[in-house]
DNA sequence: ATCACCATGTAAGCTGTTACATGATTAA
DNA sequence: TTAATCATGTAACAGCTTACATGGTGAT
């Protein structure tokens, strides 16, 4: 019944026990690259996780109003996390906002549409730019990244995934201005309103 | 105010007028390869953008218990579409539960990583082969993929987008099934529970 | 004095999924 | 006769975003 959410804080704890604040800031960079949460989620996320047995929080001092809770895996949470981690992932549905805009394209004139892509890539390879530094950082110790028994192996897989997802993005974006500087002919659009 | 849900919606009827139930049936494929909706969301959806004089209906004759309704495109659904596919696409929050689990491959075993991997990396294969069959389909036509100002080109631009993050992942397992089977001294995983 | 940071929670609203509900026509 | 297809809707629920709410400590 754990929700994506929930392994993703799970995963967190395996790393190291941290109060909600601090998960909140963890989900940030880099788990943040493929998965986000509010600490309005986190919270409420952190007690079902206990209700569960999955997660134990002990007091301790803290500068909040209420009282701060350091919350740690247990036994159970971290098997359940193995179990899960083990088990083929489900294709999410794919919503992707630039691909709806692409499909609607042709509607435009060629001026906005190199506009637009011109812009996607620069999104995505300023993105890639962070990971080379996310890069150089992990490579400082490199020893770990050669074991997949480490969570710095799992780290450095997860950014080789996203320096390939920028890195396609934009070579598709490089072919899409190509396609459409190519095209020289029909700069009108189908229809002007 | 309109979602992507509705321009998903405007980007079909901008092609052709359809029934709700017909949009449903056009978002699966191809569009839904990267957005997707039931047809539970479609007809609250669909009666939204009438509101907002962006969608007209005329009610044909049909086959269910209540009046079949052809929605079409006004021109002021056309012109808003167009303005929303010339601003640049907002970022979504990536979310990708693959990476999550991978996140927490760590404390797996190597076969239940490799396992794991694999599975993955045939899903992403077969979609490949998928694609493929489309690609080959619009190449029967292929005068107005040279042409930006058709529809044809939008699809096939979202197409070779498709192909490619699907190589990227193949890509990706490729090398994540290599790094995980030359380690061959930590075949154990850190903690058995 | 004001702002950033630590720290935890709740509430309202939107999006999306799954299930409920109805009923005619056509093909196996 | 059984199932699939056409056709439209509502309801319940889960997940996520944005905003509301509180209050101490340390730096500028």
Redesign the interface.
Known sequence: MTS?LG??L??LL?RSASTGYDLTRRMQRP?G????AAHSQVYPELARLEADGLVQHEVIEGAGPRPTKRFRLT?TG??Q??R?????????????????????????D?D??V??VE??RA?HAARLEVYAGQSLALLQHPEPL??????Q???W??L??GQ??E???V??CD??LE??R??R??A????H?
Chains 1, 2 share one sequence.
Request: glycine share 4%; hydrophobic share 50%; no cysteine.
């Open positions: 994506n392994y993703a799970l995963g395996a788990l690259w493929f998965w986000t036994r971290r098997a996390l193995r899960w981690a083990a088990e083929p992932a489900a294709r999410p549905p794919e919503r992707d906002p630039l691909m709806l805009k692409v499909w609607s394209m042709w509607l435009l060629r906005a549409a506009a637009l812009a996607t999104e050669a074991d997949p028994a480490t969570p192996f799992a780290a897989a997860t080789r995934a390939g997802y890195q396609h993005r070579a598709w072919w899409l396609e459409l190519r095209d002919g029909s009108d659009p189908p229809h309103d």
